[in-house]
């Protein structure tokens, strides 16, 4: 079992560099990716939310149905799960917006592991393809004896460039995750605020132009 270990230790770190170039294509992939689906699922929340809140204010919601449709974003679709089931009352409302942005925190999060994974292990890759360089340049200095010294400080300089790479790869990889992590919690945030916006109309005891709105529009429906 040793002898086997020894000779794929003499491989040396070549097959590691592949493996990190191909791991940082990857990642270059995964990135782009990504980076395209945040900036088409980003939006202007303070203006979405204040104009939102003003057509709620009002009962305005074929406004407040218009204003989710034309507009693109995660929060965006949350409020148009809550405005699809109005008449269902604030209960159901709030399923309907927790679930929108269960699906949605799912479709942002895809392949973001696949970053955290190279970010945290990369360098590790390249650690062991150090090693393995280094292995196999003290065999070398065994085979050939002291007159092949300079060969193998070459080699095991060599070697070292496996653990560089490995920080290289990493390097994107943490700093795209961390960005997209920030940018989901973030939207996870701002859907919250959404559901606590909708339950302050819907559970007011109050009789307000929401709630005046929803009763006529039930009854609009219902008379047809």
Do not use: C
């Given at each position: ?156 300089s060599s070697a070292l460039v496996a653990t560089a790479f490995g920080i290289l790869v990493a390097l994107p990889a943490v700093i795209a995750n961390n960005i997209f992590q920030t940018e989901l919690k973030k939207k996870l945030a701002n ?34």
């Amino acid at each position: 079992m040793a002898e086997i270990f020894k000779k794929l230790a003499l491989l040396g770190d070549v097959w590691v560099l592949w493996l990190l170039l191909g791991a940082s294509v990857f990642s270059v992939g995964v990135i782009i990716e990504r980076w395209r689906v945040f900036v088409r699922s980003r939006v202007l929340f303070p203006e979405f939310i204040d104009r939102l809140t003003g057509f709620l204010e009002k009962g305005n919601l074929a406004a407040a149905k218009d204003l989710v449709q034309n507009a693109k974003g995660v929060e965006t679709r949350v409020a148009s799960a809550g405005l699809s089931n109005l008449f269902k009352g604030y209960a159901s409302v709030e399923e309907a917006m927790t679930s929108r942005l269960v699906l949605e925190r799912s479709r942002l999060e895809r392949n973001l592991i696949v970053l955290g994974t190279l970010g945290n292990n990369a360098p590790f890759i390249g650690l062991l393809g150090t090693v393995l360089g280094v292995i196999k340049a003290f065999n070398d200095l065994a085979l050939s004896g002291s007159s092949g010294v300079s060969v193998v400080m070459a080699g095991i300089s060599s070697a070292l460039v496996a653990t560089a790479f490995g920080i290289l790869v990493a390097l994107p990889a943490v700093i795209a995750n961390n960005i997209f992590q920030t940018e989901l919690k973030k939207k996870l945030a701002n859907t919250q605020s959404l559901i606590h916006l909708f339950q302050v109309y819907l559970k007011d005891e109050s009789e307000g132009q929401l709630r005046r709105a929803v009763r006529h529009q039930f009854k609009k429906e219902a008379a047809v």
